[in-house]
T-cell receptor
Framework: DAKTTQPPSMDCAEGRAANLPCNHSTISGNEYVYWYRQIHSQGPQYIIHGLKNNETNEMASLIITEDRKSSTLILPHATLRDTAVYYCIVRVRTGANNLFFGTGTRLTVIP | DAGVIQSPRHEVTEMGQEVTLRCKPISGHNSLFWYRQTMMRGLELLIYFNNNVPIDDSGMPEDRFSAKMPNASFSTLKIQPSEPRDSAVYFC????????????FGSGTRLTVV
């Protein structure tokens, strides 16, 4: 699976949009971009995934650049409960296999 | 659905003792994963099963670790004998065989070996 690069930490004001970047310049054509988050003391939680089109669900939006070498996870209105470590992962979608969790981005939402 | 259920939530044991961690995956999920998380190494995959069969155990640190999945609704991770360096949070996760919509993780077992 392709390697990803994320900033180690970010802050965001409560109520504002949180934009978390991820670089995956070696992504292959059949690899998807997945985002998970881990709130303190809990197991990781799936957020969203995409291949090349932008995706949106009730939790977040995922913007993938046209060349697919980077993406941005957007939390439109961050709350204190969104404080967590966010992991960007690229992997082939078919078949259950390892999810490689890097170091992620620690997002702190500030009141 | 109650999600992935792990037990116990916390375990404190003495070095040399046997430890058994338990996991009940989501009904209908046929892939199960055991991860370990430490401050130094982050989240690491230990082993995963498809349809109750171990597929990749290359992450199991050594022979002291063993995992079983006797049926689709239950899995165990056993450490015998335990050592202080095994102290970590152990997560179980399950997914459908395609893994399309992500994995669902349990709340973890925090193991402390003294």
């Amino acid at each position: 699976d392709a390697k990803t690069t994320q900033p180690p930490s970010m802050d965001c004001a409560e109520g504002r949009a949180a934009n978390l970047p991820c670089n995956h310049s070696t992504i292959s054509g059949n690899e998807y971009v997945y985002w998970y988050r881990q709130i303190h003391s809990q197991g990781p939680q799936y957020i969203i995934h995409g291949l090349k089109n932008n995706e949106t669900n009730e939790m977040a939006s995922l913007i993938i650049t046209e060349d697919r070498k980077s993406s941005t996870l957007i939390l439109p209105h961050a709350t204190l409960r969104d404080t967590a470590v966010y992991y960007c992962i690229v992997r082939v979608r078919t078949g259950a296999n390892n999810l490689f969790f890097g170091t992620g981005t620690r997002l702190t939402v500030i009141p | 659905d109650a999600g992935v259920i792990q037990s116990p939530r916390h375990e404190v044991t003495e070095m040399g003792q046997e430890v058994t961690l338990r996991c009940k995956p989501i009904s209908g999920h046929n892939s199960l994963f055991w991860y370990r998380q430490t401050m130094m190494r982050g989240l690491e995959l230990l082993i995963y099963f498809n349809n109750n069969v171990p597929i990749d155990d290359s992450g199991m640190p050594e022979d002291r670790f063993s995992a079983k999945m006797p049926n689709a609704s239950f899995s165990t991770l056993k450490i015998q004998p335990s050592e202080p360096r095994d102290s970590a949070v152990y997560f179980c996760a399950s997914s459908s065989s395609s893994g399309t919509y992500g994995y669902t993780f349990g709340s973890g077992t925090r193991l402390t070996v003294v």
